[in-house]
């Protein structure tokens, strides 16, 4: 639960922040106050996961092309 800002970090890092996260919003003793917060920040930290996988998937795409074109 760094709060680093989402460009600032790596994708695993924002997945492990996530799921710890998602075990603080599963607990029985969700505090109110930062449930917000924390939903907020679950959802920049999705988006960026996103837009990495997506990056990822582009970047293996066109290596495949290049692969195929040669």
Known sequence: MSGEPTDKIGYATALEELQDILSELEAESVDVDILATRVERADGLIRLCRDRLEAARLKVE????ALDDA
Do not use: L, N
């Open 62 to 65: 066109q290596v495949v092309d």
